[in-house]
């Protein structure tokens, strides 16, 4: 069967400001794809541009160039008023569930609205719909009548899932649910959105800084470095067989009890890029330890490196080959 998700040549660029030529490329020529009902987690350090991909999946941003197939139909393509029914299929849970509620709003309107958005039932079944997602993510019809700001940050975000719930959609991208939350929430929060996920058979892109979490929730990894995917792979093979000298990296700075195989610190030189002006060859030459003269001016490109493997460096057999 065909993935649930494929994305292709996904690019979005933004104009730099005060330049006529020059573009932010925020995300740039990312291709994967993502099974039903499996859990793809997207790392990276912030500003690599794994949000915009997820905003851009979901059709909040409209993509520079490439196509979004969601069960084989294109919806880079459709229309407005198209793409907001197509968002009953596609939710997104964001970090900050505080800025995303409103905050004058009772908690049972904002779980409610995204039905009324998409005219789906009577006020009777909306009201139904509401009390059964309420109760999922564990909150009582006594707490629907409250506003937002009565709550703490796991139980906003509780509201955030529930709001994105609703509609009973197929895919969730969530854009580092639990990162604003205490540690000890944390695990709660995740716990939630993994019955949820058995219970409703969701498909979720879950992005993260923190390889940790994303490694105790999802099945494939994605690494991006500066808009483009860099390694992608089974998340078993990623911590026990990682390729990319900045996957290494990340994997190395993780606390020794975790079940990686990098266990010296691989500590990368310098910061990361402008990525409005993104160094020539693989973008990820200035700080990568391996660099050799040719990364300075040949593009790598994500290719297969084994099953469910696939990386983007020049160290790797096949890429050279290619060169040569
Ligand atoms: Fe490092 Fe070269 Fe591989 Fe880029 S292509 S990650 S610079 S070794
Ligand atoms: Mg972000």
């Given at each position: 069967s065909s993935p649930l998700l494929e994305v292709k040549h996904l690019k979005k660029y933004f104009p730099v400001k005060g330049s006529r030529s020059a573009n932010?490329?925020?995300?740039?020529d990312v291709s994967f794809y993502v099974n039903e009902g499996e859990v793809l987690g997207i790392v990276g350090?912030?500003?690599?541009g794994k949000s915009t991909m997820g905003k851009t999946i979901i059709q909040l941003l409209s993509p520079t160039d490439g196509e979004i197939l969601l069960n084989g139909e294109?919806?880079?393509?459709?229309?407005p008023k198209e793409v907001r029914q197509k968002r009953r299929d596609m939710q997104i849970i964001f970090q900050d569930p505080f800025s995303s509620l409103?905050?004058?709003?009772?908690v049972f309107k904002i779980i409610e609205e995204p039905l009324v958005n998409f005219g789906i039932g009577t006020k009777e079944e909306r009201k139904q719909r509401v009390y059964e997602v309420a109760n999922q993510v564990g909150l009582t019809k006594k707490q629907l009548?409250?506003?937002?700001?009565?709550?703490s940050g796991g139980q906003r975000q509780r509201i955030g899932i529930a709001r994105a719930l609703v509609s009973n959609p197929k895919l969730i991208v969530a854009?580092?649910?639990?990162?604003?939350?205490d540690v000890s929430i944390q695990s709660q929060v995740l716990n939630i959105m993994k019955d949820l996920k058995k219970e409703m058979n969701l498909t979720y892109i879950f992005i993260s800084h923190d390889l940790s979490v994303v490694h105790h929730f999802c099945d494939r990894i994605g690494v991006m470095y500066l808009g483009k995917l860099v390694e992608m792979a089974d998340k078993h093979e990623l911590f026990n067989n990682p390729k990319h000298p900045y996957t290494k990296a990340l994997l190395s700075a993780?606390?020794?009890?975790?079940?990686?195989?990098?266990?010296e610190r691989i500590v990368l030189s310098g910061?990361?890029?402008?990525p409005a002006n993104p160094p020539s060859g693989c973008t990820f030459h200035t700080r990568c330890?391996?660099?050799?003269?040719i990364c300075k001016v040949t593009s790598p490109k994500l290719e297969k490196v084994g099953d469910k493997h696939e990386v983007s460096c020049l160290l790797y057999e096949e890429q050279m080959e290619r060169l040569l």
């Open positions: 932010l490329k925020a995300v740039d350090e912030s500003g690599c294109n919806i880079s393509t459709l229309s409103n905050p004058r709003m009772k009548e409250r506003f937002p700001h009565e709550f854009d580092e649910p639990v990162s604003a939350l993780l606390p020794k009890s975790h079940p990686s195989k990098i266990k910061d990361v890029p402008n330890p391996n660099c050799m003269e």
